[in-house]
């Protein structure tokens, strides 16, 4: 078997005719040569150099034979999954998120880094982790395929850059993707996180059957994005969070956005926090009250698991907050009609609670409800969705001529 192809430079996968294969392959998970035949309409004589080009180079494998009688066994092949890999980064105002995975989403290695206030110093950590990963998984830095990053908004994918995000104090203007380029010299993509999600579910999770779909994003703040057939849908303002910015209380407190009133200041973690402590304050009958040495410091993970207890007032505060939330969706949906919602983030990871009084309240308020089946569900890969989404969109990228989803 011939060495590592470098796919990130296009030096081999020139013919798209050998993308088209290994892109059904990696969808159909294993096929035979007379199913690839018949998906693709490739001559057989074509398929067959096409299929030991790709073997030779180590992406394409046999997995055996298929039928267990007397007739004529064919030969499964299947995407050579360990061969390739890449690295997919989320960045957050707490904490950094770095893992390797191949192109199964299979993960190698994870780390969770502090997210410093200095860019130039936290750039140069996840570079250093990077090589760390590569180091202690036996990988040189040029076998990766790339480094994918989900990031919060604002920012410019196409110039690889954040935009001053507004939860990540003394980023502004930071050329992340050429900083990380010039350290490492492999390819490196940046999207909004949300984007990274939804890619990883429609490559990955629970979206792969689905052309039209939601991924949405509660944890901190509100991300969200749109899969609408089968092309992600972009949005034109350097940002991706429309839906936790919609007006829903026209008397409310002012949000960091500017505006009054917007859904995530009343449906996300420290809105629930803020409501549980006020609770506290007018002397509501609490579990957890007892169990803090200091009300102030409690958590959004506390409330959740209190209120799986039957917390009274934990139970009150996430079921306030999640009926919030979903008459905002149910009013997104009316828009933008997905087949599906996914529904990801740390408060739906912690608050089954939360979850299904959401999807209770949208289900209850969505337009034509006899004649829309709509699934709601929560992300697959839970707190690794959007470091493994964006190890996606370099895998994506890869196939970008024809995927299904577009770049």
């Known amino acids: 078997m011939k060495g590592i192809v470098n796919l990130s430079s296009s030096t081999y996968l020139k013919n798209i005719q050998d993308k088209i294969v290994l892109d059904v392959v990696r969808r159909q998970g294993a096929v035979t040569r007379a199913d690839l035949a018949e998906i693709t309409n490739i001559p057989l004589s074509t398929l067959t150099r096409i299929i030991d080009g790709l ?25 050579n999954y360990a061969r390739y890999k890449a690295i997919g980064i989320e960045i957050t105002r707490k904490i950094t998120k770095v893992a390797l995975l191949d192109i199964g989403a299979n993960v190698y290695d994870y780390r969770v880094l502090e997210t410093l206030s ?13 090589a760390e990963i590569c180091v202690d998984q036996d990988i040189a830095l040029e076998e990766l395929l790339g480094v994918g990053i989900g990031a919060p908004g604002p920012l410019d994918r196409n110039t690889g850059t954040l935009l001053s995000p507004v939860r990540l104090t003394g980023w502004g203007e930071v050329e992340i993707v050429n900083k990380i380029k010039a350290a490492l010299g492999v390819e490196v993509k940046l999207d909004f996180a949300a984007t990274a999600a939804a890619t990883g579910e429609k490559w990955y999770g629970v979206g792969k059957e689905y052309d039209n779909l939601v991924y949405i994003n509660i944890s901190g703040g509100i991300g969200c994005s749109v899969v609408s057939h089968n092309q992600m ?58 169990a803090l040495l200091d009300s102030n410091q409690v958590t959004f993970n506390e409330i959740a698991s209190f209120a799986d207890r039957g917390d009274i007032a ?21 828009i933008v009609n997905p087949q599906m919602v996914i529904l990801g983030g740390n408060v739906i990871d912690q608050s089954n609670l939360y979850f299904n009084i959401a999807v209770h309240v949208a289900q209850n308020k969505i337009l034509n409800k006899s004649g829309r089946e709509i699934a709601f569900v929560k992300s697959k890969h839970s707190e690794r969705t959007i470091p493994i989404g964006a190890g996606a969109m370099i895998f994506e990228h890869l196939f970008s001529e024809f995927s299904t989803l577009a770049y």
Do not use: W
């Not at 394409?60 to 995407?79: A, H």
């Not at 200095?118 to 990077?130: G, L």
């Not at 979903?326 to 949906?333: D, H, P, V």
């Open 118 to 130: 200095d860019p130039e110093v936290m750039i140069d950590h996840i570079c250093q982790k990077i």
């Open 314 to 334: 934990c139970v009150k505060t996430i079921s306030e907050a999640a009926t919030i939330f979903g008459t905002g969706l149910a009013n997104f949906i009316n």
């Open 55 to 79: 073997a030779e180079n180590g992406l394409l494998q046999e997995s055996g034979t298929t039928g267990s009688g007397r007739g004529r066994k064919q030969i499964v092949l299947e995407l």
């Open 233 to 290: 849908m972009r949005m034109s303002n350097y940002d991706a969070n429309a839906l936790g910015h919609m007006v829903i209380d026209l008397k409310g407190e002012k949000c960091e956005c500017g505006n009054f009133g917007c859904l995530e200041l009343l449906t996300c973690e420290n809105a629930i926090v803020q409501s549980f402590l006020q609770l506290l304050s007018q002397d509501h009958p609490s579990l957890l009250r007892s």
